[in-house]
């Protein structure tokens, strides 16, 4: 349903110089290369941190964006060379913009954005209805969108992106300022779509719960690249991110015995350790600490997690130092 091959995008910047001279000109790579496929009905999640290019990649395939070079294919259509039949079959939702005007009435909305894609009116006004319906807005429909709540207008632009009932939805960070009530509220709605309609999801977010309860697959972005593709189990396979097992111990010390590979020690204070192993090395590590007669205070033992397989494979966690670039 969305068949990308080769995808490159470079941007040119200018640095900063001060404030009578400008910077020099540089080019900036944001996709190196991108082959991505994603299949009818299938739920996509693109992971990466800031400027990793995550944003770049939806707005190609969402036709806002021409590549540098590749191809794009939505349902079947060229989406370089025929955007408008390719835009048709898009819904889209893009995260930190405002995506419905805010003068008007939640159906108002829906209704014009219907009207821009050709639904006919009364088809339209079922559609606005039912969808109002489906995202909780149903009492809220002739209330201006600007006294909506954050939540309310998150979901409102979910159901605008659905009003011509398209066959690709490309969601970027839906959930993002939400508080865990509006995520769940929103999380409830694209299950739903998912199991009714054969409607192909690729979202781009930050939370790592919700690449691990919605997606069929996980693909991790790092500048410009991917570096890792699969379900979240087979993530986390491939980046040998296993459960582990943090013990307390205390005892005279100061030399402590070997624990093995995969073993880490940590000083905590005077005669006490922690002590991180693979969790499938506790009742090992239990049976060396007490015949070295190191007492145990406590055990933790943590699951492994699509967060622990993300800094893994990148080797550094989400931070701010670079965004996604527009186009100078």
Sequence with gaps: MVACRGICKTYVVRERAGLLRRGRRREVDALRGVDLAVGRGEFVALLGRNGAGKTTLLKIVATLLLPSSGEVRVAGIDALARPREARRRIGLVLAGERTVYWKLTGRENLLLFAGLYGVPRREARARADALLARVGLREFRDVPAEKYSTGMRKRLAL???????????????????????????????????????????????????????????????????????GTPAEVKARAGAVPTAALTLSGPGPRLPDFGPGATLYTQDEGRWLLVVPAQDLPRAIARAQAEGLRLEGVQVKASTL??????????????????????
């Excluded at 009530?181 to 977010?205: F, P, S, Y």
């Excluded at 967060?307 to 931070?319: Q, V």
């Excluded at 130092?321 to 527009?326: A, D, M, S, T």
């Design 159 to 229: 159901a605008k992106a659905l009003v011509h009932a398209p066959e690709v939805l490309v969601l970027d960070e839906p959930t993002a300022g939400l508080d865990p009530q509006g995520v769940e509220a929103l999380w409830r709605i694209l299950r739903e779509l998912r199991g009714e309609r054969k409607l192909t999801v690729l979202l781009a977010t930050h939370n790592m719960l919700e690449a691990e309860e919605l997606p069929d697959r996980v693909v991790i972005l790092d500048e410009g690249r991917i570096v890792a593709e």
């Design 307 to 328: 967060w622990d397989a993300f800094l893994k494979l990148t080797g550094r966690p989400f931070d701010d130092l670079g965004e996604e670039r527009e186009e100078a």
